[in-house]
C-alpha cells in the first residue's frame, strides 16, 4: 500500500509537454547515454538523425504523439504513445486490436533512472493522455524481454505479459524481439 501511494505521490509531480525542436540535442544527449541506447536506440544518433526520426511528429503529419517527460518541470525523459493502427505493418506482426494503443519510454536524466520513477511516469501517461485524451480501451507496451528493469516498472503499473514476437521494422528492416504488455483501461482504474 505504502509503494501504491508514494507511486501517486510521484505522479501528481509528473507532467508532459509536446517534443519541440529546441529538444532535439538534449534527446539526442540522453540518446546516446548507454544505459539508454541499449534499449532505445537511436537509428543516427546525430541531430540530422535525430530530425529525420522525429521531425515529422513535431510537424504533425506523423500520427505519433511524441513528449517530453517533466518531473516538477524539469525535462526527465521521453515518451510516445500511438494507434497500433496507424501502422499497420507493425500491427500486423503483433495480432493486437488497431485501436490498441502502445507506448515507448525512456528517461533520459540518470537521476531518475533506477530511482523508482518509472512507473509514475508511465501511470500518469496512462491516466492523461492514453486513457484521458486518447480514450483507449487497451494500452500496449512492447519491451525488449531482456530489459527486467523496465518490465518490472511495467508490472508495477498493472501491465501483463501476453507473449514474446519476433518483429521486422519495415523501413530499416531490423529484426528484434518484443514482449507484449497489455493493460486494459479497467484494470488500470480499477488498481489506481
Do not use: C
Not at 73 to 85: K, S, V
Amino acid at each position: 500500500m505504502q509503494e501504491k501511494s508514494e507511486r501517486f505521490d510521484r505522479e501528481t509531480r509528473v507532467s508532459f509537454r509536446a517534443l519541440t525542436r529546441d529538444d532535439l540535442p538534449m534527446m539526442l544527449a540522453w540518446m546516446v547515454q548507454p544505459d539508454v541506447a541499449a534499449w532505445y536506440e537511436a537509428e543516427d544518433p546525430t541531430l540530422e538523425g535525430m530530425e529525420r526520426e522525429f521531425g515529422a511528429m513535431i510537424d504533425g503529419t506523423d500520427p505519433v504523439r511524441g513528449f517530453i517527460v517533466l518531473v516538477d518541470l524539469t525535462p526527465i525523459g521521453y515518451i510516445q504513445g500511438y494507434r497500433l493502427g496507424d501502422h499497420p505493418d507493425y500491427l500486423s506482426q503483433l495480432d493486437l486490436d488497431a485501436d490498441d494503443v502502445s507506448m515507448d519510454i525512456f528517461l533520459g536524466d540518470p537521476a531518475y533512472r533506477g530511482h523508482g520513477w518509472g512507473a509514475p511516469v508511465l501511470s500518469a501517461f496512462l491516466r492523461q493522455i492514453v486513457f484521458g485524451e486518447m480514450a483507449a480501451q487497451r494500452a500496449a507496451i512492447m519491451p525488449v524481454p531482456g530489459n527486467a528493469r523496465a518490465i518490472k516498472a511495467y508490472q508495477r503499473v498493472g501491465f501483463q505479459p501476453i507473449r514474446a514476437v519476433t518483429v521486422r521494422d519495415t523501413d530499416t528492416g531490423k529484426i528484434e524481439d518484443e514482449l507484449i504488455m497489455l493493460l486494459p483501461r479497467e484494470a488500470f482504474f480499477a488498481d489506481s
